[in-house]
């Protein structure tokens, strides 16, 4: 009887940790078009200030500051972020317009691109899009 009970037991513990070793933990990795093909940037701060960059050297920066986001466990299932307050990143390239949006939540930057998923910002997010040179 011990040895039926034991086996349940273990078939029952892998089962659980199959179904939740399924589960997607974190955001797919953020698409964002190659610092080559982007045309310029366009962003609207959270406080409504809007800028705009085509010189190459404040794309790659921009860029470089959404992209170094560490992925979060949270989903984007909207087009946009159902936080109140927001800005808004718009990104052309020669294939279009990409667009994401960054916010602060319990004091941290987050970035999160419509149904692709949320990152966790660096630092100041916004400081380092106002920054750039």
Not at 29 to 36: A, R
Not at 88 to 94: A, D, K
Request: negative net charge.
């Amino acid at each position: 009887m011990n040895r039926k009970l034991v086996k349940l037991l273990i078939a029952i513990t892998s089962a659980f940790l199959c179904l939740t070793g399924c589960r997607r933990n974190t955001a797919e990795p953020i698409i964002l078009p190659t610092v080559d093909d982007i045309c310029s940037i366009n962003i609207e701060l959270i406080d409504g200030r809007q800028m705009s960059y085509e010189n190459s050297e404040s794309i790659k920066q921009i860029i470089s500051a959404i992209s170094i986001g560490k992925a979060t466990n949270k989903e984007s299932v909207q087009d946009f972020p159902s936080e109140d307050e927001y800005g808004t990143i718009n990104i052309e390239s020669n294939d279009g317009t990409t667009t994401v949006f960054y916010y602060v939540n319990s004091g941290k930057y987050f970035v999160e691109q419509p149904y692709q998923g949320i990152y966790e910002a660096v630092g100041n997010l916004e400081n380092s899009l106002i920054n750039v040179k």
